[in-house]
């Protein structure tokens, strides 16, 4: 993946803290927080990093995506069982990033 791809997609890492199953509740604003390519490039590199989502298809993932990702489009989300059982494990959803 090229570093202004990897810019690209990181600066549109939106980390969500789900505190209940896939589509349970609406989430509310205090759930979730978006971050920057710095800030997710540190988190991956701590003791406890998130477990990262692209959120688009799978022809997408194939042609790009960041190593150690998973793939649930957001179509299927609600009936992933990919998605970790933990409450506690933040999650990074990402997709392409901006233009």
Same mark, same amino acid.
């Given at each position: 993946?090229?570093?202004?791809?990897?810019?690209?997609?990181?600066?549109?890492?939106?980390?969500?803290? #789900?505190?209940?199953?896939?589509? %349970?509740? +609406?989430?509310?604003?205090?759930? @979730?927080? *978006?971050?920057?390519? !710095?800030? #997710?490039?540190?988190?991956?590199? %701590?003791? +406890?990093?998130?477990?990262?989502? @692209?959120? *688009?298809?799978?022809? !997408?993932?194939?042609?790009?995506?960041?190593?150690?990702?998973?793939?649930?489009?957001?179509?299927?989300?609600?009936?992933?069982?990919?998605?970790?059982?933990?409450?506690?494990?933040?999650?990074?959803?990402?997709?392409?990033?901006?233009?």
């Amino acid at each position: 993946m090229t570093s202004r791809l990897t810019r690209g997609v990181l600066a549109a890492a939106l980390v969500l803290l #789900l505190s209940g199953a896939p589509g %349970s509740q +609406a989430l509310a604003a205090e759930n @979730y927080k *978006l971050i920057g390519t !710095e800030e #997710l490039k540190t988190w991956m590199k %701590s003791s +406890a990093p998130p477990r990262l989502i @692209y959120s *688009l298809s799978f022809v !997408e993932f194939e042609e790009q995506r960041i190593p150690g990702s998973i793939c649930i489009p957001m179509e299927l989300m609600a009936k992933s069982t990919d998605l970790p059982r933990s409450k506690d494990q933040p999650l990074v959803f990402y997709c392409k990033g901006p233009g």
